[in-house]
């Protein structure tokens, strides 16, 4: 799978918004970008994807650059519940094989 | 329902014994996985597996070994535990395909003394 960039954290206060980037230069024409996130002692938990147009859900938006070699993660409304490790992801097309976490950005949200 | 249950949530046990993680899906998925999060958090997979492939990540020392019941468990095998293995490990059930969601169980901690 191609590699990511994050950065290593963030830092925001509740109830703003929060913008959280992603590099992915490498990144192939059947790649999808996933997003992934780990709230203290639990389970990684889905977030988002997206293949080429931006996306919404009930957690976030993903906005998907024109040229797919980056892509951010938009949390509208931070809460102290979103504090977490969040890690971007590129997925293959085809094949059974797992995702391949980065190092994540976590991010602090302030009160 | 837990969509993605695992048993038990912590293991204590010493150098040398075997010991075994259960785990069990109820999404109907045909593909699970384990994956291992070391002291530093570094999430990596082990395998994945379905009624068809297994996929082993080359890393994986041959003392862990996946067996799976039915379509609903992937269970994890360790023998000969080192404290190396000392981790968390999380299995995840989802499709194969690329645009295809995982979901994860909430771990099992396992300290190797």
């Known amino acids: 799978d191609a590699k990511t960039t994050q950065p290593n954290s963030m830092e925001s206060n509740e109830e703003e918004p929060v913008h959280l980037p992603c590099n992915h230069s490498t990144i192939s024409g059947t790649d999808y970008i996933h997003w992934y996130r780990q709230l203290p002692s639990q389970g990684p938990e889905y977030v988002i994807h997206?293949?080429?147009s931006n996306v919404n859900n009930r957690m976030a938006s993903l906005a998907i650059a024109e040229d797919r070699k980056s892509s951010t993660l938009i949390l509208h409304r931070a809460t102290l519940r979103d504090a977490a490790v969040y890690y971007c992801i590129l997925r293959s097309g085809g094949g059974a094989d797992g995702l391949t976490f980065g190092k994540g950005t976590h991010l602090i949200i302030q009160p | 329902d837990t969509a993605v249950s695992q048993t038990p949530k912590y293991l204590v046990t010493q150098m040398g014994n075997d010991k075994s993680i259960k785990c069990e899906q109820n999404l109907g998925h045909d593909t699970m996985y384990w994956y291992k999060q070391d002291s530093k958090k570094f999430l990596k997979i082990m395998f994945s597996y379905n009624n068809k492939e297994l996929i082993i990540n080359e890393t994986v020392p041959n003392r862990f070994s996946p067996k799976s019941p039915d379509k609903a468990h992937l269970n994890l095998h360790i023998n000969s535990l080192e404290l190396g293995d000392s981790a968390v490990y999380f299995c995840a059930s989802g499709g194969g395909g690329g645009a295809e969601t995982q979901y994860f169980g909430p771990g099992t901690r396992l300290l190797v003394l």
């Open positions: 997206g293949l080429t």
